[in-house]
C-alpha cells in the first residue's frame, strides 16, 4: 500500500481544479446546448419574429373587416354595399348581368 499513500499525496492537488474543470465544462454545456442557451434563444427568436408577421397580416384582416362592417352600420350606410351582401346573401342578380364563379 506504498503507491496509495504516493498516488494520493500526487492526485490530491489535482483533484480541486478537475472538478473545478468539470463544472465549467457542464455550465458551458448548458450555456450553448440547454432549454434556454444560446441555441434556443436563436430559436425563440425566430419564433418571435414569425409570430409578429402573422399578428400585423392578423391586424391588417381585421382592420379590413371592420372597415366593411362598418359600412353596413346603419348610421352611415353604404348602399353600394347594401346591394352586394344582399346579392351575395341571396343569390340574387340583374337579368342584364353576367355571373363569373371564382371558387370562393
Known amino acids: ?21 468539470c463544472l465549467l465544462g457542464y455550465f458551458a ?3 450553448v446546448q440547454g432549454d434556454h442557451g444560446l441555441i434556443a434563444r436563436s430559436h425563440l427568436k425566430l419564433e418571435v419574429a414569425e409570430a409578429k408577421e402573422v399578428l400585423e397580416d392578423l ?10 362592417a362598418d359600412l353596413l352600420n346603419p348610421e352611415h350606410l353604404d348602399l353600394d354595399m347594401l346591394d352586394e351582401r344582399l346579392r351575395a346573401v341571396l343569390n340574387y342578380t340583374h337579368p342584364d348581368e353576367v355571373v363569373v364563379y371564382t371558387g370562393k
Do not use: D, F, K, N
Open 1 to 21: 500500500m506504498i503507491w496509495s499513500g504516493t498516488l494520493r499525496r500526487t492526485l490530491q492537488p489535482a483533484i480541486v481544479p478537475a472538478l473545478g474543470v
Open 29 to 31: 454545456y448548458h450555456t
Open 59 to 68: 391586424r391588417e384582416r381585421r382592420q379590413y373587416l371592420e372597415h366593411r
